[in-house]
């Protein structure tokens, strides 16, 4: 996980930070982190893989395509496209109801399902 090839690991975190359109604040509350800690990140020339992969789902940046080793590690869980962030509580309620919504749908539908495998097997 050492930077083999002499990349600077905190300085590609800190370069892919710049690019982004989010401040530093954001990205580092977003990965689960807080603003020093952020700064203690980008002057590690070893920052190992697992916290450059929770900023590489905030910055939807693949660090992989610069540090080759990393494609194995990376895992990208979270599709940004099914949902994102709320920026107010406003948001974030819609956001729960509308996940809400969904399930309730699911399961009914999932139920129903039920209902009909139990009826075709009596």
């Known amino acids: ?13 800190r370069e892919a930070a710049d690019k982004s359109d989010l401040s530093i604040t954001q990205i580092s509350k977003r990965a689960g ?4 800690t952020f700064y203690n990140h980008i002057i590690n020339p070893d920052l190992p893989f697992h916290i ?7 910055l939807q940046f693949d660090f992989a395509t610069v540090i080759p080793e990393m494609g194995r590690f990376q895992r990208f869980e979270e ?6 962030i709320p ?3 406003d948001e974030a309620m819609q956001q729960r109801d509308a ?5 309730y ?3 009914e539908r999932y139920n129903a399902m039920m209902e009909e495998v139990l009826k075709n097997q009596k």
């Open 1 to 13: 996980m050492s930077s083999t090839n002499n990349i600077h690991y905190g300085e590609l975190l």
């Open 33 to 36: 982190f807080n603003r020093s």
């Open 52 to 58: 450059l992969e929770r900023y590489a789902k905030v």
């Open 79 to 84: 599709p940004s496209a099914l949902y994102k």
């Open 87 to 89: 920026d107010n509580l």
């Open 99 to 103: 996940w809400r919504e969904r399930y």
């Open 105 to 107: 749908d699911l399961l």
